[in-house]
């Protein structure tokens, strides 16, 4: 059985940089069929994709976060991490990795298996 | 980047009822359209993938349909566990965008 864990600091000061890692377990990283996604949701809010990665290491990023964001994997220890630099308030989330099936036609994905969510405030 | 727009917004019924969601997208995605169930405190479930394929595991009461823009899920007949937020996932071109979101709340 896939599982996915977040892990990172709870708490970031505006204007630093925001830093979680996606442990992955029960399944390698190392997989044409999936690719490996970050998605956030501000308190109350709706759902935000913010990239993905594939385990070759190419990635796409929403164009709201693309000067900010970095993912990058690892696929020795079977993770990927996400950094979100110079954050705001705006950035408070909570914030979820997630496996993206692209074994259909399309090449893209959906989210077929999430980690619990890390919540994340950003205040000084 | 294709926006979703999910109608209502928020909706009421009984249990046994039929409960469909709306997803339209601003411009055709084909069939690359997920469904995914979101429970307070949960991460969400996909329930709902090329929209009309049923995930392994979802009940059969949940169904997708719809191509290019216009897109439905449909409960056959609600059930008090189903009370939760449904959201509308496109897939066929980055970036990757979500609907705002339905609350499904029992009467």
């Known amino acids: 059985q896939l599982q996915l864990q977040e892990s990172g600091p709870g708490l970031v000061k505006p204007s630093e940089t925001l830093s979680l890692t996606c442990a992955v377990s029960g399944g390698s990283i190392s997989n044409n069929n999936y690719d490996w996604g970050w998605i956030r949701q501000p308190p109350g809010k709706g759902l935000e994709w913010i990239g993905v990665?594939?385990?070759?290491?190419?990635?796409y990023y929403t164009p709201s976060l693309k000067s900010r964001v970095t993912i990058s994997v690892d696929t020795s220890k079977n993770q990927f991490s996400l950094k979100v630099a110079s954050v705001t308030a705006a950035d408070t989330a909570i914030y979820y990795c997630?496996?993206?099936?692209?074994?259909?036609?399309?090449?893209?994905?959906?989210?077929?298996?999430w980690g619990q969510g890390s919540p994340v405030i950003v205040s000084s | 980047a294709i926006q979703l727009t999910q109608s209502p917004s928020s909706l009421s019924a009984s249990v046994g009822d039929r409960v469909t969601i709306a997803c339209r997208a601003s411009q055709g995605i084909s069939s690359a359209l997920a469904w995914y169930q979101e429970k307070p405190g949960k991460a969400p479930n996909v329930l709902i993938y090329?929209?009309?394929s049923l995930k392994s595991g979802v009940p059969s009461r949940f169904s997708g349909s719809g191509s290019g823009t216009e897109f439905t899920l449909t409960i056959s007949s609600l059930q008090p566990e189903d009370v939760a937020t449904y959201y509308c996932?496109?897939?066929?071109?980055?970036?990757?965008?979500f609907g705002q979101g339905t609350r499904l709340e029992i009467k």
């Open positions: 990665i594939y385990y070759s290491g190419h990635t």
């Open positions: 997630a496996r993206g099936d692209n074994s259909g036609l399309y090449g893209k994905s959906y989210f077929d298996s």
């Open positions: 996932q496109q897939f066929n071109s980055y970036p990757l965008t």
């Open positions: 090329d929209a009309s």
